[in-house]
């Protein structure tokens, strides 16, 4: 993980998963402050749709969560955002270009959300062992729900 965090700094876990692909998919999200401490935890049902909106839509999630809550604000803050996938983590640095439309236009909801946020963020692979409380609460959505 990351050494040397300011107070004021976050570390976010996000997921999202579709049981089937697509299928019915949820998104989860885990704030936690600079010592690690969880400030936020939730899941959310997005409803049909495939793994890859789905890990989208958790960032998308979790950048509207501060927007709505915002939790320690400060200019010099950074954002350490931690998902599971390889492809969005990639996407959303930089590294690869995206080609699906519907990608695309997650992506410019993203950088949209994260202009209103006014903070440093960084993206970063994690394995699935590692992202297990955002994991958790993707299954725990899933199966609460009735589709």
Known sequence: MIKNLNENDLIIFTDGGARGNPGPA???VVIKDFQGKVL??????LGPTTNNVAEY???IEALSCLINNPIGESKERKIYF???SKLVVSQLSGLYKVKDFKLKSLII????????IDSKIFYNFVPRSENYQADSLVNQ???QEKY
Do not use: M, N, S
């Open 26 to 28: 949820a998104a989860g």
């Open 40 to 45: 936020i935890g939730f899941g959310k049902y």
């Open 57 to 59: 839509q958790g960032v």
């Open 82 to 84: 931690y998902l599971d």
């Open 109 to 116: 909801k993203i950088r949209e959300l994260e202009e209103k």
């Open 141 to 143: 959505t899933l199966d």
